[in-house]
């Protein structure tokens, strides 16, 4: 007798914003493995088309909904058409890239640009998350998911405004969930420490690889080297402490996050 396997997210339509992006497409494969029926946003169609075939091949569903997060009157209609489509939503998960600015010190970086992650990502985070939340709060409760990094709490140089938007997001999203509580909406991240197999990791990666004449293998040692696993946390196990928190196996977390460091931060 064969046992089914239980999928954490069966059934439930979930909005991932960004998911043309490494990590946003990560975490919209992974909900879909778990049985959600997944609307993929972003801005570009081709990479959101992308995700969608990977995901119908290996069985999932998937439909391509693109939109600008930075636009709130385009967020609130494309929620509308959504909702139209598969009725209250019931998890999002926010991936939009923040249009980072690394690689200076703060000493030699103009003021607009170490702004830009911060604003940036404030102003996807509030037109998503306060409608989302609206939404969630007045049909029957949710689950709001984002992400963050290590600099959030642990300032390293060069950085940019990076880690100032980290810390702004994880605060935003606290306040979001102590004030949308009561009305069943859980709001939850996941803290990375930058996944090695992410497109723009890998390639800051292979450049001190090559200044060093090593292989990548070698520099992914060397950052692993003082986290108690020895490794730097890959994207699908960022994904999976996604839809942990997305699932009701966490229906007693909110205003809080899962540390998918590794170790590389202790709580």
Same mark, same amino acid.
């Given at each position: 007798?064969?046992?089914?396997?239980?999928?954490?997210?069966?059934?439930?339509?979930? =909005?991932?914003?960004?998911?043309?992006? $490494?990590? @946003?497409?990560?975490?919209?494969?992974?909900?879909?493995?778990?049985?959600?029926?997944? &609307?993929?946003?972003?801005?570009?169609?081709?990479?959101?088309?992308?995700?969608?075939?990977? =995901?119908?091949?290996?069985?999932?569903? #998937?439909?391509?909904?693109?939109?600008?997060?930075?636009?709130?009157?385009?967020?609130?209609?494309?929620?509308?058409?959504?909702? $139209?489509?598969?009725?209250?939503?019931?998890?999002?998960?926010?991936?939009?890239?923040?249009?980072?600015?690394?690689?200076?010190?703060?000493?030699?970086?103009?003021?607009?640009?170490?702004?830009?992650?911060?604003?940036?990502?404030?102003?996807?985070? &509030?037109?998503? @998350?306060?409608?989302?939340?609206?939404?969630?709060?007045?049909?029957?409760? /949710?689950? =709001?998911?984002?992400?963050?990094?290590?600099?959030?709490?642990?300032?390293?140089?060069?950085?940019?405004?990076?880690?100032?938007?980290?810390? #702004?997001?994880?605060?935003?999203?606290? *306040?979001? @969930?102590?004030?949308? /509580?009561?009305? /069943?909406?859980?709001?939850?991240?996941?803290?990375?420490? /930058?996944?090695?197999?992410?497109?723009?990791?890998?390639?800051?990666? *292979?450049?001190?690889?090559?200044?060093? @004449?090593?292989? &990548?293998?070698?520099?992914?040692?060397? &950052?692993?080297?003082?986290?108690?696993?020895?490794?730097?946390?890959?994207?699908?196990?960022?994904?999976?402490?996604?839809?942990?928190?997305?699932?009701?196996?966490?229906?007693?977390?909110?205003?809080?996050?899962?540390?998918?460091?590794?170790? #590389?931060?202790?709580?």
């Amino acid at each position: 007798m064969t046992r089914e396997v239980s999928m954490l997210l069966r059934d439930k339509a979930a =909005i991932v914003y960004g998911a043309s992006g $490494a990590v @946003g497409g990560a975490v919209a494969k992974a909900y879909a493995r778990e049985g959600a029926r997944v &609307f993929l946003a972003a801005r570009g169609m081709a990479g959101l088309n992308a995700v969608a075939e990977e =995901i119908r091949a290996a069985g999932g569903h #998937a439909e391509v909904l693109p939109v600008d997060a930075k636009d709130k009157a385009a967020v609130d209609a494309h929620l509308a058409d959504v909702v $139209a489509k598969a009725g209250p939503i019931k998890v999002m998960f926010n991936g939009v890239s923040w249009d980072d600015t690394q690689g200076e010190l703060l000493t030699n970086m103009r003021f607009d640009r170490m702004l830009t992650p911060v604003t940036h990502a404030l102003t996807t985070w &509030f037109h998503t @998350g306060t409608a989302v939340a609206r939404h969630m709060g007045e049909n029957g409760g /949710g689950v =709001i998911v984002g992400i963050t990094a290590n600099v959030a709490r642990w300032p390293v140089p060069y950085v940019g405004g990076f880690g100032v938007a980290c810390a #702004a997001v994880e605060n935003y999203l606290r *306040q979001l @969930g102590m004030e949308n /509580g009561p009305q /069943g909406v859980r709001v939850c991240w996941v803290r990375s420490p /930058g996944s090695p197999d992410a497109p723009g990791v890998r390639e800051a990666w *292979q450049l001190r690889a090559n200044e060093l @004449g090593v292989t &990548f293998e070698e520099v992914h040692r060397e &950052f692993a080297k003082d986290t108690p696993l020895r490794r730097v946390t890959a994207l699908a196990q960022v994904a999976d402490a996604a839809v942990l928190l997305s699932s009701d196996l966490a229906a007693g977390m909110t205003a809080t996050l899962a540390n998918a460091t590794g170790g #590389a931060q202790v709580d």
